[in-house]
Structures are given as structure tokens and as C-alpha cells.
């Protein structure tokens, strides 16, 4: 029996029922790669009292993070179009591997830039794994729920992030304020304990690097569906980079949805980068370790934003959902940037719950306006290259903060916020059945062709 027998696949790729241990341990993968960007969080505050860094120079960890996104994405697709997505997969958790382990050296050169380095080659893993897992996620099941698939394995992307900032606050961060206590110490004294605060930064990619490990067995030893297209020869369909390109060039859907999703990756990393900051900012007397909680509750609200979305995105369209979660997020980081107490942070952290169903459905959404499916697999791509956002928008949010102060910087994440609202109202016209619709459509078809199936094996007999 040929490996992909066992799968009932359509002929663009989807399948008529979701397998759910291939899917579970997809979406562990989701998982992972938050852990991993949830603890830049928490270097973003090591790195700048240690290395004495502005809010700009800060957000260089998230320009070498999502930047390797964006330059490793298309090899990446490419990669995947010439293997499969399993095979995507395993080469993103070997670098991803490479990365965790490159910590290990930069603790002991102790520079900044080596430090940039290492995240650099885990972003590398990191864009592999996205460009394999989001779009594999969609289609390891019947096509009108891909949507629903995708904010389901995100909902686990945000327990990751939960995970990755308690390893933070308690593997890294201490029951002190690092920057009061640098402030105490000078010369040798000073950089000898710098030394001992970027030595506690290796804690987490330990426990990461022995996962990382065994999930690249565990994927290696288990069989996977293909997702490809199939021609009516039943071989794969593909398409060169030059086909993909003219056909995604007049794409206008997708290519908005590209600076859409550019736009919100930017609003996410922005916040989450500058929540810590803004508390220590505001309140110097705050603990590096109690700041931290504030992310902690970040998450929090983001997965249970996510657990709300994908259940609300059973009954409502999607962009009806998206644009009146958007429109309240915008108010409350308008709220973050000109009230003057600790409410301001409470509403940061609030945020996050309605920043939850954005990314998958702007993903999802982009991805089915590429018709010909010859195409997904590099279109996918470019939808994760739009993560560079979390390179360019948060380093522009440092200036503003250098300029001006940590708490106004996060007006301009509202105003990201807004664009990304503008998009799903553009969408509306494009979305006009509920999924009980949907689904009934979807039942009618199916019925029929069952009712043509049995009167083509009655005419045989």
C-alpha cells in the first residue's frame, strides 16, 4: 500500500476527516513556537539593563526574530514544494535546535550580537515550521472548517506563550529590579553580575532543546498525509515560482491580506514586546519578576480570546466577529496610551483577549482567496513572511518611545490596529453566509453526489 492510501483526500488537498493524532501533535508545534516567542519578552528586559540598550536597540531581538522569518519563508515553501510538509516540519525543529543550543556560547561571549545570532538561526527553524504548520493545519480535514482548524491549533499557541513567560519569570527573572540593582554596582562588579543575569537566560532553552529532540524523532516515525493538489492522473499538481508569482501579483485579496496580516503581527509584537517595560516604566518600584506577571495575564486573556473566537466563529462570519473584536482592541490601547495610572496596563493586558482569533483568520481568509491550489504552498509563504511586521512596526515603536514615552509609543499600535479593522470591513462583501449556511451547502452537495454515486452503481448493475 502506497503512504498516502490510507488518507481520504480530495483533489485539492484537504481531507474528508481530520486524523487526530497528526493533527494534535500539529498543533504542539504551535505551541513551541510561542514558548520561543514569548521569552524574547523577557530577554527584550534582561538585554536592556544588562547590555544598556535604548527601547530602539531593544527591539533588534524582535527584528532578528521575525527578520529570519522573512528571509528564510520562500526557501522555505520551496523547500516543502520539492519534499513535503512533514519534511518541512523536521527541518524546522532541527533548527529550531540549532538555535536553542546556540544560547549555550552566547552566554559565555556575553555580546549582544551573539545573542542575535542565536535567535536568528531559531527564527530560521521557527519560519519553517509556520510555513509547513499554518497552511498544513487547514487542510487536515474537510475544507469549509480549515478556518475553525487553524484558531483551534492557535489556541495553543497562546498556552505556549503562557508557558514561555512562567519559565521566564521564574528561570530568568529575579525577586529584584535588575536595573536598580546594575545601578548599585560598577566596573568589574557590575559586568560580573551582567554575566550572572545572561547565564540564567540558557534555563528554558534546556528544557526546549530536550523536546525539540524528541519531537524530531516522533515526527520522523509517524506517516502524514500529503495535502498536495492531485491532477486527475492522481500525481501531484505543481506550479513553477514565475506561474505562482503572476497569478499572486493580480491577487488583490491576497495581497491585502498580506499588509493585513503585516499590520497585526506588528500590533501583537509590539504590545507584548513593551507590557514589562511599561510597568517597570511607570512603576520603577515594581520587581522585574512581578512585571512579568502582567504578561503572564496577557496570555492568559489571548488564549482564552482565542477558546471565545474559534467558538464564536461557529455561529457568526468571520469578518462580522474580527471587526467588532478589533474596533474594542483599538479603544483599549487608546485607553493604554493617555490614561496616567495602572489602568493603563490592565487595558494593555485586555488587549490581548481581543487581538485572539486575528491572526489564524486573517491567515485562513488569505489563503482560500488563492483558488488554484497549485499555488498554496508558496502563497502560504508570503502570508508568514508578512511576520516581518513584528520586525519593523516594534522597532519604529521604540523610536516613538525613545522620543516620547513608553506609554504613548502604544498609540501607534492602535493605529495598526485600526488598518487591520479597515481590512475586515473590505472583507464583508466577501463573506455573506453564517457556517449554519455553509454547512447546509456543504450536507446538500454531499448528499447529492452520494444519491449520483448509487444511481451510477445501479446503471452498472
Known sequence: MKPNEQW???????LKKTPIFQFALITMLFALWSVASSLNDILITQFKTVFHL??????????????GYFVIAIPAALFIKKTSYKMGI????SFFALGCFMFFPASHVATYGVFLVAIFIEAIGLSFLETSSDTYATLLGPKRLGTLRINIAQTMNALGGIVGIFLGKYLVFQETNLKAEMEKLTGEAATRYGQEQLARTLGPYKYLLIILLVLIVVFIFTKFPS????TTTGEVASATMGET?????????FQRGVLAQFLYIGVQIGIWSFT???ALEMFPHFSDRYAANFMLYSYVCFFVGRTVGSYLLTRFRETRLLTAFICVGVVLLLGTAFIHSIVAIWLAVAVSFFMGPAWPTIYSR???TVEDRRYTETAGAFVVMAIVGGAVLPALQGLLSDATSMQFSFLLPAIEFALVAVYFLSEMKHDKLTPAQLKAIEETKGAAAAEAAEDADTFGD
Open 8 to 14: 481520504d483526500e480530495t483533489p485539492d488537498g484537504y
Open 54 to 67: 535604548s527601547d530602539f536597540a531593544t527591539a533588534f531581538v524582535q527584528s532578528a526574530f521575525y527578520g
Open 90 to 93: 523536521i527541518a524546522g525543529l
Open 227 to 230: 495535502g498536495r493538489p492531485k
Open 245 to 253: 508569482l503572476r497569478y499572486l501579483v493580480k491577487n488583490r485579496r
Open 276 to 278: 514589562i517595560r511599561l
Open 366 to 368: 488569505t489563503l482560500e
